[in-house]
Nanobody
């Protein structure tokens, strides 16, 4: 089993910045892609950004140029640097990690979520 522990959420004013962290621990065989998702009130959970073990990155269009995802493979930790925050970024942010058990088998893990609130 893999546990994901998130930190870094909080309350900021529009235009401000926050950095989220998510550390994976437990019985880890191999962590593949890690990423961040968010869920705003009344909306579906959506992808924010992902980063593969090899460093391939994808962002949703709404955060491109403002958010930066990175990872430290030695620490099994993924980060999300969020700049120029907007009220519409307000959501619970969830860390996600894919565990590579075999070449053809993956398991998905989720963090507990951390609240990001951007005031206007």
């Amino acid at each position: 089993q893999v546990q994901l522990v998130e930190s870094g959420g909080g309350l900021v004013q529009a235009g401000g910045s926050l950095t989220l962290s998510c550390a994976a621990s437990g019985s880890i065989f191999s962590i593949g892609t890690m990423g961040w998702y968010r869920q705003a009130p009344g909306k579906q959970r959506e992808l924010v950004a992902t980063i593969s073990s090899g460093g391939r990155i994808n962002y949703t269009d709404s955060v491109k140029g403002r958010f930066t995802i990175s990872r430290d493979n030695a620490k099994n930790t993924v980060y999300l640097q969020m700049n120029s925050l907007k009220p519409e970024d307000t959501a619970v942010y969830y860390c996600n990690a894919g565990e590579v058990l075999r070449s053809n088998l993956r398991r998905n893990y989720w963090g507990q979520g951390t609240q990001v609130t951007v005031s206007s």
